[in-house]
């Protein structure tokens, strides 16, 4: 059996921020040399989860395993040393054996080189690319490992086809799946997949990890922590992207708005959305985040937890929608918004998502 995680030192040169019971799972299946064929690993949207399928690849191609002479093997650095070129190629996406695989990955069918960018599906032709590359040997490292972001994205016929893959693994190939649910996938995949769960990161420890990784001060990382929600991946990314924080701020406004809003204005917001979806989903995910985010401030206010909000800068809107909204219109709110990220995710129409989501909204009794 696998070593306890709670007793398992982290070793090496981990990335992930946050999450040590995830990160001591891996690292002990690794030592013990029990790693899985599958894993799927479920969390928040940018909690970190394909930084720590990265970081697993690292771990497992490590050029430091490779110490073996009697001599040396006591200075052995623990893998990911993240100093070797393997750990460097693949940090950078750049190693021939480890593969991320998205709805907009090229496959070899593909003639128009724009082809993946306007799918919106992890179709069949890409789980065959897969399996065409999976039964061929390591071209450099130890292991191959593909990556499944937003595994629940795979129609149908994907899901059927890597089904096969995953009863009939290939020798030195390990397949990382990701998604927000284990409830997303067939039971099927699921199944077949040791499952790894990450949470939402507390603010301190992504601050931390800010201040360490990108020696920036304090009180920006603990800005860019609080507003992350628990998610690093959003702390980082808005950390090298201004525009990122920028869009926030905009999303934040308009949503505001929006809880005061008449039904046709709140329907062009849902055709606008509708319409940004299928060329930019990314972007529209972020602004039924901005949505939660913003119910839950009000919430927080509405009990007194004033030092809990994120949208410092909006406290005086967040305060007159606390006081014309009655704590039943904000969790019917929540419930909503929640219901309409569901849809999404299982690839609902978004229109109709939309729709429903501005017609459940409470009205402040005010407007």
């Known amino acids: 059996m696998l070593a306890d995680p709670a007793n ?8 992930t921020i946050g999450n040590p019971s995830a990160i001591a799972f891996l690292s002990g299946a690794i030592d013990q040399h029990r790693v899985s064929h599958a894993y799927l690993f479920v969390g928040p949207n940018r909690v970190g989860k394909h930084t720590l399928a990265i970081d697993f690849a690292r771990a497992l191609n490590c050029n430091a395993q490779d110490i073996v002479d009697d001599g040396l093997a006591e200075l052995r650095p623990e893998v990911p040393c993240g100093q070797c070129s393997a750990c460097d190629r693949i940090s950078r996406q750049s ?3 480890v593969r991320t695989i998205t709805a907009s990955t090229q ?23 897969l399996q065409s590359d999976a039964m061929l040997e390591p071209y450099e490292g130890h292991k191959k490992i593909f990556i499944l972001d937003e595994a629940n994205r795979m129609s149908q016929d994907a899901a059927n086809a890597l089904l096969k893959t995953l009863e009939e693994p290939p ?30 990161v507390p603010t301190d420890v992504i601050s931390k990890g800010l201040t360490e990784r990108f020696e920036i001060n304090q009180d920006e990382a603990q800005s860019l922590a609080k507003m992350s929600m628990g998610a690093p991946g959003w702390a980082i990314a808005a950390l ?16 505001i708005e929006l809880f005061s809003a008449d039904l ?62 009655t704590p039943d219109n904000i969790s019917l709110a ?3 918004i929640q219901k309409t990220r569901d849809a999404l995710m299982v690839n609902a129409s978004p229109q109709l998502a939309f729709d429903c989501m501005m017609l459940e909204m409470p009205t402040p009794v005010d407007s």
């Open 264 to 325: 046709l204005e709140r329907f062009d917001y849902a055709a606008q959305m509708a319409r940004q979806f299928r060329n930019d989903r990314a972007t529209v995910m972020e602004d039924v985040t901005r949505w939660m985010e913003l119910t839950r401030d009000i919430a927080m206010l509405q009990n007194g937890l004033r030092q809990h909000i994120v949208f410092d800068d909006r406290i005086a809107d967040l305060d007159r929608l606390a006081g014309t909204l």
């Open 95 to 97: 190693y021939a054996d």
């Open 171 to 200: 020798d030195k190939v390990h397949i990382v799946l990701t998604a927000t649910s284990a409830d997303l996938l067939p039971e099927t995949i699921s199944s077949r997949c040791h499952l790894v769960k990450l949470r939402s």
């Open 8 to 15: 398992h030192r982290i070793s090496g040169q981990w990335r």
């Open 107 to 129: 496959t070899s069918k593909d003639a128009d080189p724009k082809a993946g960018q306007r799918r919106t599906m992890i179709g069949i032709d890409l789980i065959k690319d």
């Open 240 to 255: 090298g992207d201004p525009a990122i924080l920028d869009t926030r701020n905009q999303s934040a406004a308009r949503i």
């Open 334 to 336: 929540a419930a909503a």
